[in-house]
């Protein structure tokens, strides 16, 4: 049943595509219908003929192998030849069938083979108003005027084969009260039309306006489904741009964490590999400035997976080379094509050149400190390169306190060695002093001594001079 209706259905979408409008859409799926089901009636009926002898299944075989073709027609894109082929071979075939049979036994012929099919061909006008629309009304008109033509003169038609009613021995006074009728049923199928045209008419005026609908409908469906994805496009960018500033906060925060935890002699090596190996580059360096030359060097002071012609390169001047112009300027250089021989990537399958290499001063208060220095087969994106600015600023004023600090020991320790000089000093002038204390009180003491001497030798002599006087 299921494989029945997919057969059903394939057939029924032959020719049908979405640039014809809705009404021609199924106008043409109806045609298909049509086809298969008087190809299967006429199959049938062809069966039934074979089985009767004197009776030709020619015309009900030759309905089955034209309405065939109906599927065909419509998958080339002959819509409208389809649906006229659809109302006219079974008209033309009942004809054909109806001829056939008196011509091969017109013993069997009544008054009802003269009545019957006539009436049912002019009643098939009423067909094409199931298959074309009112746009199409040159082709309906057409279309409607093969089985009327063939109703009025179905006598003259039999009498052109032999077979007319006079030719049969059927009685001639039927034909005024079947032509009456014949009058009588074209009018009514004229009302019909003109009533199902109008009908039709006000129909596909309400499918216009419901489809107007349904397309202002779907438009602003669109619409919405528009702003949808933009803002699931926003939403997108907005979580990329969430991530992209967690990774680069991890990345300073990681940074920060070693600049103050790890106090080693190797901390720009431990530096620039941690970048290196956050950002999926390949090669890094970074170059400290040393101001105490002139002109100002910048040397090598930490590295990862540089080469050994490169690491001998440890001291480049200001203006030399890329490092010496970024020093120099103190902008970010980016480069995607590498001067030939500048720089290799080693690894165990040889050398290569890099595809990107960027180079980002260390600077604080327009003073470069020093320049890291990256290299990677895969282009540095926006947001590594805002990255790396950022870690840059860190690691100046890192690099300027770390130079700082060392000025500043170096003072401490002059300044300590002065102050041991002149408390050297002190010491020796004290025990100089006491030295020359010691000579004073000691002369101080001869002085008393020799003033006590010459004292009591001054009173001897008075003493003397004394008793002089008082011997004379």
């Known amino acids: 049943m299921i494989r029945l209706k997919t057969f059903w259905n394939y057939i029924s979408n032959a020719g049908v595509h979405s640039s014809l409008s809705f009404p021609v859409q199924k ?7 049509f086809a298969l089901v008087i190809g299967v009636v006429a199959l ?5 003929l074979f089985l009767r002898p004197g009776v030709s299944a020619a015309p009900t075989m030759s309905v089955s192998l034209l309405v065939s073709s109906i599927y065909f027609i419509n998958r080339f894109g002959f819509i409208k030849t389809s649906r006229f082929l659809v109302c006219v071979i079974p008209v033309v075939g009942l004809l054909l069938l109806n001829i056939t049979t008196k011509i091969n036994a017109p013993e069997k012929i009544a008054m009802v083979h003269y009545i019957s099919p006539r009436m049912l061909i002019v009643g098939m006008i009423s067909l094409p108003l199931t298959l074309f629309t009112i746009d199409e009304k040159r082709t309906l008109f057409l279309t409607m005027l093969v089985p009327l033509f063939l109703g009025l003169f179905f006598e003259e038609i039999n009498a052109w084969f032999g077979v007319s009613s006079e030719a049969l021995g059927i009685e001639q006074n039927y034909q005024s009260t079947l032509l009456e009728d014949i009058v009588l049923q074209t009018l009514l199928l004229v009302g019909v039309f003109f009533f199902l045209l109008n009908l039709n008419k006000q129909y596909e005026e309400i499918n216009k306006k419901l489809l107007r609908e349904s397309e202002a409908k779907n438009e602003n469906l669109h619409n919405n489904e528009q702003k949808l994805k933009n803002s699931l496009k926003e ?16 990345g300073l925060a990681e940074i920060g964490q070693i600049l103050r935890e790890d106090d080693s002699a190797d901390i720009y090596s431990v530096i620039v590999t941690h970048i290196v ?7 890094g360096g970074i170059y400290i400035s040393d101001f105490s030359q002139e002109p100002v060097v910048l040397n090598l002071e930490g590295c990862y997976a540089y080469g050994r012609k490169k690491y001998r390169d440890q001291q480049v001047e200001a203006g030399e080379g890329l490092l010496g112009q970024c020093f120099m300027e103190g902008n970010v250089t980016h480069l995607t094509e590498i001067p030939e021989g500048y720089i290799e990537i080693t690894s165990g399958l040889g050398e290569a050149t890099p595809n990107s290499l960027i180079l980002v001063p260390l600077k604080l208060n327009d003073k470069v400190e ?18 790396l600015k950022k870690i840059a600023e860190t690691l100046a004023l890192f690099v300027a306190n770390k130079r700082t600090n060392e000025q500043t020991k170096k003072l401490l320790n002059k300044t300590k060695t002065a102050s041991d000089a002149l408390r050297a000093q002190e010491q020796e002038m004290r025990k100089n002093f006491e030295e020359l204390q010691s000579i004073k009180e000691e002369m101080e003491s001869k002085e008393r001594h020799y003033l006590k001497v010459i004292e009591k030798l001054e009173n001897e002599l008075a003493t003397n001079k004394d008793t002089a006087d008082s011997d004379k």
């Open 27 to 33: 106008r043409v799926m109806l045609s298909n219908q």
């Open 44 to 48: 049938l009926f062809s069966l039934l």
């Open 235 to 250: 939403l997108e960018q907005a979580r990329e741009e969430d991530e992209k500033r967690n990774w680069s906060t991890k």
């Open 277 to 283: 190996n956050f950002l999926g580059a390949n090669q």
């Open 370 to 387: 020093g320049v890291i220095e990256l290299a990677s087969f895969e282009n540095f994106d926006k947001h590594q390169i805002a990255f």
